[in-house]
Each structure stands twice: as structure tokens, then as C-alpha cells.
Nanobody
Framework: QVQLVESGGGSVQAGGSLRLSCAAS????????MGWFRQAPGKEREVVAF?????PPRYAGSVKGRFTISKGNDKMFLQMNDLKPEDTAMYYC????????????????WGQGTQVTVSS
């Protein structure tokens, strides 16, 4: 069973920064596809960024240049800079062991989410 635990959410003014963390096992972090997703009230869940075992990270167009996804030994991170009110959402960490592609939305394992609120 893969467990994912997010932290680091909070409230910030527009232009500010936050760093989200997703804790998991070292094996999960190093071998699984990992991703950050978000869901705002009344909207569908959307992808934010992916990072796999190989290859460069991938980002949604709306966050490219502002957000950075990275991995440590037992954590995945999402550094969020120049935050905008439209970034307000519940942010979820996700993992999947399927090797074909990390660019997918049907990730198998999900964390409980951490709330990010950006005020103007």
C-alpha cells in the first residue's frame, strides 16, 4: 500500500510563494511516476506537474515558469512562486507505478490534499 502525505499549504497574498511537500517511501519516490494535481471549488481536477524516474518534469501551461516540481529521498516537492488568486485550490500528490507514461490523470494512489489559498 502506497501512502502519500501532503503538507505545506496555507494562505498567501498574490505574488507570494509556498512550498508543498509530499512524503512517501524512498522506493515510491525513486521508482514511481509522481504528480501534483489541484482542484478548485466547482471545477474539475487538473494536472499541475509530473515527474518520473527518467526525463524532464512536465508542467501545465498555467504554471510553467512559476512552479517547480522536484524529488528528494523520501519527499516530492512543489515550489510555487508568483502565486495568483487563480492558483487557489486543494492540491493533491499522486503516484503510479505503471511504466508506460507519467503523463496521465488516472493515477492510482492519492494523498489527502493540502489547501492553498491566494488572496489578491
Amino acid at each position: 500500500q502506497v501512502q502519500l502525505v501532503e503538507s505545506g499549504g496555507g494562505s498567501v497574498q498574490a505574488g507570494g510563494s509556498l512550498r508543498l511537500s509530499c512524503a512517501a517511501s524512498t522506493y515510491t519516490i525513486s521508482t514511481y511516476c509522481m504528480g501534483w494535481f489541484r482542484q478548485a471549488p466547482g471545477k474539475e481536477r487538473e494536472v499541475v506537474a509530473f515527474i518520473g524516474r527518467y526525463g524532464p518534469p512536465r508542467y501545465a501551461g498555467s504554471v510553467k515558469g512559476r512552479f517547480t516540481i522536484s524529488k528528494g529521498n523520501d519527499k516530492m516537492f512543489l515550489q510555487m512562486n508568483d502565486l495568483k488568486p487563480e492558483d487557489t485550490a486543494m492540491y493533491y500528490c499522486a503516484a503510479d507505478s505503471r511504466p508506460d507514461t507519467c503523463v496521465r490523470e488516472d493515477y492510482k494512489y492519492w494523498g489527502q490534499g493540502t489547501q492553498v489559498t491566494v488572496s489578491s
